[in-house]
């Protein structure tokens, strides 16, 4: 394929563009400064739970005041998993904090080749409201021109304010449903990871 069949690249969050660093070592430390003592498979396992509830409700951190009863509603989770009394409202700034997220290697390298090359681009990705304030904390805010959620709708809506045609973007992703969404708002597909994904591309 060629780079000049292109105007745009849009582009899922979590797994693609952004990776989490390992949430354990340092949920560890904060419990145990409120008196917890707890394994790293035991904090694990809790912190799986926390995803597990975390994902399909994502979209309803819309903004300060969802997303504040969003992270409270979580870290409620990972705490009644791991066993602990505490209330969430004690640890979720604590519990927030340990969630660091970096660019997946090879990200900013593709991101910076795609931008020379004069393409929109634009993340696609099932996040809360929060995900810029990622973008920008592992420094891949700068090449994006919009931040928007996967369906096809938004999909749309990425290509509008990118003012470009379906046939005309691409979406990179790493799970079926930014396949599905893509496709079925006629953008072309490739799947994740970003760093590879463009190879042999003219």
Partial sequence: MRFAELDAVTV???GTLLQLV???PPLRRALAGRGIEAGDDEIGAAFRAEVAH???RA?????AATLAALRADCTGVFLESLGSALEPGEFVEDFIGSLVFEAVPGAREVLETLSLRGLRLAVV????CALPGHLAAAGLDRWFDTVVKPDPAIFEL???ELDVEPIRALHVGDEPIDEQGALAAGLRFLP??????FEGWE
């Avoid at 994740?192 to 994904?197: D, F, G, I, R, S």
């Fill in 54 to 56: 975390y994902r399909p």
């Fill in 59 to 63: 979209v309803d951190g819309r903004d």
């Fill in 158 to 160: 990425a290509l509008a």
């Fill in 22 to 24: 390992d949430p354990v």
């Fill in 192 to 197: 994740a990871p970003l760093a590879t994904a």
């Fill in 12 to 14: 899922d969050g979590y």
């Fill in 125 to 128: 990705a099932n996040w809360d």
